[in-house]
T-cell receptor, first 113, second 115 residues
């Protein structure tokens, strides 16, 4: 079945460091791919998305490119801030016709000043 | 900005008791979902609901679980007889028209603790 695998955390970076969080997926058909972020004490918020191969999603300085050849959707940011500290979830919209999301296990990012 | 709201934010219940988790989806949305996140684990799909019926459910969503949209605005998840392993954060989500072209919006979650 469809699945998402994320790099294990926690990831600890200093402010202004470069961030990469790896995400790979297994799916039939052509899924849409998402990154959600969960700030402490809050719910899940959509960070960015890509709906077809080679699409690049971007928001708030974060980017991810849908790579069909490597089945990947890695999240990157050139210069992280303390306020980026959160849990990041990679997800795909499954090939079922209900729109359900399948999530990776989440990666905790801690940015230190 | 419209949002999905969930109540309560935290519920503590005794094992074997029934609980109802409540959600108010965004008003013009058509697709509704429940997910759960056991502490430290991934977010897992429970059930999707469309046109007043369940459209898909996971293996987790057994006979102890049920969903309802009683009045056209609320969307509830009922657990009939809670078990310790039901302790988790439960997220409600809703999505508008255009199954494949719109994003799901999530509520803040209800933390359920079964003691």
């Amino acid at each position: 079945g469809d699945s998402v695998t994320q790099m294990e955390g926690p990831v600890t970076l200093s402010e202004e460091a470069f961030l990469t969080i790896n995400c790979t997926y297994t799916a039939t058909g052509y899924p849409s791919l998402f990154w959600y972020v969960q700030y402490p004490g809050e719910g899940l918020q959509l960070l960015l998305k890509a709906t077809k191969a080679d699409d690049k999603g971007s928001n708030k300085g974060f980017e991810a490119t849908y790579r069909k050849e490597t089945t990947s959707f890695h999240l990157e940011k050139g210069s992280v801030q303390v306020s980026d500290s959160a849990v990041y979830f990679c997800a795909l919209r499954a090939s079922s016709n209900t729109g359900k999301l399948i999530f990776g296990q989440g990666t905790t990012l801690q940015v230190k000043p | 900005e419209p949002e999905v709201t969930q109540t309560p934010s935290h519920q503590v219940t005794q094992m074997g008791q029934e609980v109802i988790l409540r959600c108010v989806p965004i008003s013009n949305h058509l697709y509704f979902y429940w997910y759960r996140q056991i502490l430290g684990q991934k977010v897992e799909f429970l059930v999707s609901f469309y046109n007043n019926e369940i459209s898909e459910k996971s293996e987790i969503f057994d006979d102890q679980f049920s969903v309802e949209r009683p009045d056209g605005s609320n969307f509830t998840l009922k657990i009939r007889s809670t078990k310790l392993e039901d302790s988790a954060m439960y997220f409600c989500a809703s999505k508008g028209d255009g199954l494949m072209n719109t994003e799901a919006f999530f509520g803040q979650g209800t933390r359920l603790t079964v003691v």
